[in-house]
């Protein structure tokens, strides 16, 4: 493996357009993505505690030289303890994307992808009630974080208390991702001081949709004799990864526009948001105004 210094890391946030991105940047040819995305080598401890050389060699095995190399995951920003770690790992002068959307309509999306994959059986109301209830340890917090996931400023400020501003790219997913997509990975590229390539942006990565059949749902997600009978067969937890994705995708129905009416939304920025909205808008000097509106 050539020299291996990762220069980049996107943080997030969830549901908002992170692996789409992912997926644009890949096919630059000075953009080293791992194949595992979301590595969540800053998150958790027992992988943090076997070091670089670990995180080198099980998600950048196939680096070339590249010089852009990082990864994309959306954890870090709800677990703001990892900028810390990501420091004394990777160094003061890592470059960070962030990519923010409103967050009621995070929330939102959030509570979709949780609902198809077999995990979430109250209404979306009820859900962002039982919130606090729910999150007893760090999986059930990654999963039911519905409104915890979008409080970008109380987050935010933990990275910006470490790293200087001049570290951070920070993103819109309303106007970056959707509406100015190609001039957004254009300056990416700025951003990572690499050549620029025209890349292909018509991607549509991680699209919400219902399932087909619940029973397979729950074959395929939830542990029974198949599944092991695969674990035997295929001792990859890669390949059986890939076998699974492929299987939800087969049994998805064809992706609806599913959108918070305004009322709804509008109570829950008033309720959950609006101060922390006004504290992001503070650290990032984004115009967040309509995200209140």
């Known amino acids: 493996m050539q020299t291996l210094k990762q220069n980049f890391i996107c943080i ?37 505690k076997k070091g670089i050389d670990f995180y080198n060699k099980t998600y ?61 059986k109250l209404d979306f109301l009820q859900a962002i009630e039982a919130e606090k209830q729910r999150k007893t340890n760090i ?24 790293f200087p501003k001049q570290n951070f790219l920070i993103l819109l997913f309303e106007e970056d991702i959707i509406l100015n997509r190609e001039n957004t990975i254009r300056h990416i590229q700025e951003f990572l001081q690499i050549p620029f390539h025209k890349l292909a942006v018509n991607i549509h990565s991680n699209e919400a949709g219902e399932m087909k059949n619940e029973t397979v749902t729950n074959l395929l997600r939830k542990p029974n004799f198949a599944k092991q009978i695969l674990k ?13 994705k492929f299987f939800i995708r087969k049994n998805l129905k064809q ?12 109570m829950i920025i008033k309720k959950y948001f609006k101060n922390d909205i006004l504290l992001t808008q503070q650290l990032t000097e984004k115009d967040l105004s309509n995200w209140l509106t």
């Open 139 to 162: 999986k059930e917090q990654k999963i039911f974080a519905y409104i915890e996931r979008g409080m970008y400023g109380e987050q935010l400020k933990q990275f910006m208390e470490i």
């Open 60 to 120: 950048y095995n196939t680096y070339k030289g590249e010089k852009a190399s990082g990864e994309f995951d959306p954890d870090y920003l709800l677990f703001p303890f990892t900028a810390k770690r990501i420091y004394d790992t990777l160094g003061k002068d890592i470059k960070i994307i962030v990519v923010l959307r409103n967050p009621a309509d995070r929330a939102y999306s959030h509570y979709l992808m949780t609902k198809k994959k077999g995990l979430e």
């Open 12 to 48: 997030g946030a969830q549901k908002a357009g992170t692996t789409t991105l992912a997926d644009i940047l890949a096919q630059h040819p000075d953009i080293y993505i791992p194949v595992v995305k979301e590595t969540k080598f800053f998150l958790f401890d027992e992988d943090y």
């Open 232 to 244: 035997s067969i295929l001792p990859s937890k890669e390949i059986r990864k890939n076998i699974r």
């Open 255 to 266: 992706p609806t526009v599913s959108r918070l009416d305004f009322e709804t939304k509008k």
